[in-house]
């Protein structure tokens, strides 16, 4: 069965400085990764996704994430973090099991960027 | 703005109630997703439909079910509710049934209090 494990459930972190939030997947059959991320009081918005190709993708806000097959690993990282970016962060793996698409999420990272 | 409308945004109700939390699609969007978000146990699908029929279950309540109108307008019952009901569902959207690695567009969310 698929799983997703975020590491670290809360990652504070300075102004400007630079942030990785890790995911690691379990899954036995092709995998697509995303990155959601949620602002206070806000749905879901998508940062990226990894469906095939190159492993290193680019999203919004400056965020990218590296997809490595051998380590099952999908990290987020972002060079130099802003107030603005302070959410919780979803890593979500979907695959195709049980007869449908399933997207599985993991448990979520809290990202507090303080001045 | 994902285009992807929930009301009402809050709800306040008692246990042992029912109550209904409304959905409406991005424009052209055929699938409709049911969530559960909740403290202890992170985010979870609950049900998926496609185009008017019920096309995938997920971790759904026998005292939860859903349907989705030929409007694509989706509505989620909660009933005999419980403490542990409370929660922030969402719905989410997407063009087609289940092609691997769609993106989810997500709505804002209904907050669920019960008392």
């Known amino acids: 069965a698929q799983s997703v494990t975020q590491l670290d459930s809360q990652v504070p972190v300075f102004e400007e400085a630079p942030v990785e939030l890790r995911c690691n997947y379990s899954?036995?059959?092709?995998?697509?990764l995303f990155w959601y991320v949620q602002y206070p009081n806000q749905g879901l918005q998508l940062l990226l996704k990894y469906l095939s190709g190159s492993t290193l993708v680019k999203g919004i806000n400056g965020f990218e994430a590296e997809f490595n097959k051998s380590q099952t690993s999908f990290h987020l990282r972002k060079p130099s973090v802003h107030i603005s970016d302070t959410a919780e962060y979803f890593c979500?793996?979907?695959?195709?099991?049980?007869?449908?698409?399933?997207?599985?999420f993991g448990a979520g990272t809290r990202l507090a960027v303080h001045p | 703005d994902s285009g992807v409308t929930q009301t009402p945004k809050h709800l306040i109700t008692a246990t042992g109630q029912r109550v209904t939390l409304r959905c409406s699609p991005r424009s052209g969007d055929l699938s409709v997703y049911w969530y559960q978000q909740s403290l202890d146990q992170g985010l979870q699908f609950l049900i998926q439909y496609y185009n008017g029929e019920e096309r995938a279950k997920g971790n759904i309540l026998e005292r939860f079910s859903a349907q989705q109108f030929p409007d694509l307008h989706s509505e989620l019952n909660l009933s005999s509710l419980e403490l542990g009901d409370s929660a922030l569902y969402f719905c989410?959207?997407?063009?087609?049934?289940?092609?691997?690695?769609?993106?989810?567009?997500f709505g804002p969310g209904t907050r669920l209090t019960v008392l």
């Open positions: 979500a793996v979907s695959s195709f099991s049980g007869g449908y698409n399933k997207l599985i």
């Open positions: 989410a959207s997407s063009r087609g049934r289940d092609r691997v690695g769609t993106e989810q567009f």
């Open positions: 899954s036995s059959v092709s995998v697509y």
